[in-house]
């Protein structure tokens, strides 16, 4: 009687290499990470939550800014409007429209954007620095406020509001 053949082992597989995790995407109107720096921006979302962007502070700027990336476009901010927006919507003491417009496009009366522009604010004007760009304010400074923890913001499809926290 022949010899019991024992099975082969087939040779064990090279371990691969573990996955790369991938990074992150904003979750809805939150910042998943970053530190609102040039080299570590904010990623935040629209207040409608239909578009991406990058903000950071400047504040090496003359006047310091806050810098606004939306794909190829750079938009900027006097930084003091993360303050004076929280002010006046505390004066406000309610909901506020934010009346979203570009710039040289009319605003709703009483919205974060008409007063945005508006020369009775405490800049008196435009808190955008680069003309042409200085609209969309009520787009892209209420995320940013949102997530310091300043004011409470509504992610509807439109017509959003905001107030002071």
Known sequence: M???KKPVKAPAAPKAAPAKKPKPKPA????????GTKDDPWLLK????????QAYRDESASPPELVVQVGST??????????DAVAMLKKAGDWVPLGTSDEGKPTPEGSLEAWARDTKNPVKGYYGL????RGR?????????????????????RNNRVRAK
């Open 74 to 83: 750079r938009l900027t901010y006097q930084l003091r409007c993360l303050d």
């Open 137 to 157: 304010f009520a787009n892209y400074v209420p995320p940013v406020l949102e997530l310091l923890g300043k004011v409470e913001l509504e992610h509807l499809p």
């Open 28 to 35: 809805a109107g939150k910042v998943t990470f970053g530190a």
């Open 46 to 53: 629209t207040p409608t939550l239909t578009s991406d962007y």
């Open 2 to 4: 022949p010899a019991k």
């Open 130 to 133: 680069r003309k042409g760009y």
